[in-house]
């Protein structure tokens, strides 16, 4: 390879690098906004609004999966057209949220129930920290993916046949 072709092959990794380290960071402050709303909204559904737990929690975490959409869809991704209605596209990325939770949930049940590791410390490393970060990395991927991926080569017109 020739010195040009050398360093547009840097540039070009450079920036791919770049866009994902723009993606993440996009992707993490959409979050971070979502946890702030979950975690705002559920104590006060809990305290002042008077709700059960299970029920603020549902309706803390939809409210979160909102903004965590709406995040993506106007600020990291707002580059992306949907390839989908913009209700599909929340539908798939509720679901990839549910999906997180789920693996949340089964991080914490692996550690307490089946490894016996049950002081709060270990649970809160389990479920908060490595559950955490596998149901992150899940979301990650699956909304750089299936909510805002770049849509496939539009199919060739079809050709009409000589006569």
């Not at 705002?40 to 939809?62: D, M």
């Not at 509720?94 to 692996?110: K, P, S, W």
């Amino acid at each position: 390879m020739r010195g040009a072709e050398q360093a547009t092959e840097r540039g070009t990794e450079r920036g791919t690098g770049s866009a994902l380290r723009s993606e993440i960071l996009g992707f993490a402050l959409a979050g971070a906004a979502a946890y702030a709303v979950d975690l705002g909204l559920f104590i006060w559904l809990r305290g002042p609004g008077g709700f059960g737990p299970l029920t603020a929690k549902a309706l803390s975490f939809l409210a979160g999966c909102t903004v965590a959409y709406a995040g993506n869809a106007l600020g990291t991704y707002r580059g992306r057209a949907p390839s989908v209605s913009r209700a599909r596209q929340y539908g798939i990325f509720f679901a990839f949220n549910v999906a997180g939770a789920v693996v949340q949930l089964l991080c914490l049940a692996l550690s307490h129930y089946l490894l016996g590791l049950t002081t709060p410390r270990a649970d809160v490393i389990s479920g908060a920290g490595i559950g955490m970060a596998l149901a992150t990395a899940l979301r990650f991927w699956g909304t750089r993916t299936f909510v805002f991926g770049r849509p496939g080569p539009s199919p060739a017109p079809p050709r009409e046949c000589a006569r």
